[in-house]
């Protein structure tokens, strides 16, 4: 039977002195159990650390041209081998170079001339806490590395949880389809605009605009709670068919509730949903409903939705309606600035009216 003898991985040490003598005599204290390579000046020690990093470097400090310190700044400030310890050697007595050392990220001191057992332990303490500091930064990095995917994976299902409930609305009316990518992508373009507002700015971060744009296509899911005979109407509905239509925000707003009832907390794509939805048919002077808020009291997420929704619903053909031109709809939605819509939410679409052009012709029904 073949014998298998476990040995441990060798450390590598890099030995920097001008003087030969005390490279051999550091060499024979600790080459027995490590790997060592030995520069005699400190350019040399940069490209020997920078080709290979070793676990440890020992360390002179004074040298003819660049000198310890010099060449421990060097170190720290490359990613490569700033985090490898340094042992300084020196045969200086006063307590300033140690300090000064130390301040530049020395791990240590050994003082010449040399004490086999104090070198071998302090190499040996410095290797020990290098391994234990190697374990924890692997394991942080296997860590953040989990952490992301599972991010990703939240991500994606937030993406595919979206993505059904739209199409659930999709089934009940086809119709609403491209109308809710439509509006996506207007509600993005508002919000794009604003950003730089400084009544906007403050809520308007990338990654809120990110959750808006996710959010948006649901601001219709209560829809599905629309009976087909309203939902379905191939002509203008009665007073008594409109009230039931307007339910439509609050069966939306309940379903997300009973979501995060569900879940056990609250995500900030359901969180803006809910605003999206409940409140997208509020009017700035307070006309609107379910609520009849007005002016700040719309949320930012709605106030955008609501001109959007409107300009698409004006622009579209329906069974019992035509679609308008753009340059109409524009007009119509000018005169509702401070009416029906908050006024900087229209001038920012007047600013991306063109972009609104685009996206209708993107995604046509």
Known sequence: MDAFVATAKKNNILMVDDQVDNLLALGSILSPN??????????????????????LILLDIVMPGMDGFEV?????????????????????RTDDAEEKGIALGAADYIRKPFRAGIVRARVDMQLRL????????????RLAHQVARRAKEVQEGRG???MTMVSLA???????????????????????????????????????????????????????GIPDSILLKPSRLTEQERAVMR??????????????????????FLAC???LIYSHHEMWDGRGYPEGLSGEDIPIPARLMALADVYDALISHRVYKEALPSDEA?????????????????????????????IARRFKD
């Open 330 to 358: 524009c007009k119509i939605i000018a005169t509702g600035a401070g009416r029906h819509f908050d006024p900087d939410v229209v001038r920012a679409f007047e600013a991306k009216e063109r972009e609104f052009q685009d």
């Open 247 to 268: 339910q439509h925000p609050g069966i939306g707003y309940k379903a997300i509730v009973n979501a995060e009832k569900k879940l056990g907390c609250s995500l900030d």
């Open 273 to 275: 949903a809910k605003q």
């Open 160 to 162: 595919a949880a979206i």
């Open 170 to 224: 999709e089934e009940r009316d086809n119709e609403t389809g491209a109308h809710m990518l439509r509006t996506q992508h207007y509600v993005r373009a508002l919000a794009e605009a604003l950003k730089g507002n400084p009544r906007f700015a403050s809520y308007l971060t990338d990654s809120a605009i990110d959750i808006l744009f996710k959010s948006a296509p649901l601001h219709d899911i209560g829809k599905v």
């Open 34 to 55: 490590n790997d060592v390579r030995m520069a005699r000046s400190g350019e040399q020690a940069l490209e020997l650390a920078a080709a290979e990093p070793p676990d």
């Open 130 to 141: 290098k391994a234990a500091s190697d374990i924890l930064t692997d394991k942080a990095e």
């Open 72 to 92: 421990l700044s060097r170190l720290k400030a490359e990613d490569a081998t700033k985090n490898i310890p340094v042992i300084f050697i020196t045969g200086q």
